[in-house]
């Protein structure tokens, strides 16, 4: 827990992320994590996935943006990104995950307006495509507006998809508003540092809080997306989308790009939807620096890449 907490703390960094970012171990460590650094990367990791019949949320790293010219460049990213996956023809396979505080949000009192004028944009690019967008969930400041702007958009983009994170406790109230026919809503235990005022901060409640949520989610309207790697809770997703009645079509799984790749591919092949997220860019450090507080293993593994160097 001191690690996890020290880890995420560090995801926010400055002095560290310069330190770490030059080093070759750094680099390889990044590599197992993120698809690279460019488009190409992305539409590379993508095509290999979609041989394995993987289908992908592709994320352009980037967070907590200090300017508006920077959410201006990060939309704008997104819509070259949505071009390219139009002209590869991977919009069948491949759609978009944005956050909030990447296109605006956190600009002040006009970064909300900000963030939902430029996620309705790459909505808009979206939909030309043939592809759909999923809005990821940030630390808990974000969630309230990250909410507003999800509903405000979904008028018009119904299949704009959202993130819920089992760990808040208010998620219950918020699945229950937002699980309406066809809504996509993924399911995640939350990757941020967890307030115990406002989540769960024990491992065992965390869990028990998705099976509650896993549970509304499959006998609701909506279309889950199921993202984690924990076998308990896939086992368990998997029977209870078969006591809700729901085929293969109407429920995925969800995992990150470089974790538990092989049951990633055991999963599609019994033919379950499977969709892995595959980030980009090279704002790597607070995406990665939230892997390594998931994971011990992944810690030594890091650590090991630095002693080996
Ligand atoms: P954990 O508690 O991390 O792991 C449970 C068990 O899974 C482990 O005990 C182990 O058996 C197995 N496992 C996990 N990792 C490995 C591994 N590397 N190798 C082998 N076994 C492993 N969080 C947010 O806050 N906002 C988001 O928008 C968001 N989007 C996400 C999108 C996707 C597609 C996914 C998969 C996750 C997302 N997350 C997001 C992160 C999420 O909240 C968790 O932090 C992350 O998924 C780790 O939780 P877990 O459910 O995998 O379980």
């Known amino acids: 827990m001191v690690l996890r907490r020290t880890l995420l703390a560090a995801a926010g960094s400055e002095r560290l992320r310069a330190l770490v970012a030059g080093t070759g171990p750094a680099r390889r460590l990044v590599g197992r994590f993120v698809a690279g650094e460019d488009i190409g990367d992305a539409l590379e990791a993508a095509r290999r996935l979609a041989a394995d019949d993987l289908s992908t949320s592709i994320d352009h790293l980037g967070e907590a943006t200090a ?54 944009r790459v909505c808009e690019a979206a939909a030309a495509h043939g592809t759909t967008v999923t809005v990821d969930m940030e630390d808990a400041a974000a969630v309230p507006a990250t909410l507003r702007i999800v509903a405000g958009l979904r008028a018009e983009h119904p299949d704009l998809g959202c993130v819920l994170q089992s760990y808040l406790r208010r998620t219950a109230d918020d699945l229950a508003a937002m699980a309406g026919a066809g809504a996509r809503i993924r399911l995640c235990k939350g990757a941020y540092a967890p307030d115990p005022a406002t989540a769960y901060t024990a ?107």
């Not at 919009?91 to 963030?115: D, F, I």
């Open 67 to 120: 300017h508006p010219a920077q959410a201006e460049s990060a939309t704008r990213a997104y819509l070259a990104l949505l071009d390219r996956i139009g002209d590869a023809g991977l919009a069948r396979r491949a759609e978009v995950s944005v956050k909030p505080t990447a296109v605006g949000l956190g600009l002040g009192p006009e970064g909300e307006a900000l963030a939902a004028a430029n996620i309705g």
């Open 203 to 309: 491992h065992r409640d965390v869990d028990s809080a998705y099976v509650r949520h896993l549970r509304f989610l499959m006998a609701s309207d909506a279309y889950p997306m199921v993202a984690t790697h924990d076998p308990r809770l896939i086992a368990i997703a998997g029977m209870l989308a078969e006591r809700a009645g729901r085929g293969p079509d109407a429920f995925e799984y969800q995992m990150l790009y470089g974790v538990r790749p092989d049951e990633q591919r055991r999963l599609a092949a019994t033919g379950a939807r499977v969709r892995v997220y595959v980030p980009y860019g090279q704002e790597w450090y607070g995406y990665l620096a939230r892997r390594l507080a998931e994971r011990p293993a992944n810690v030594s593994f890091a650590a090991r890449a630095v002693v080996t160097r």
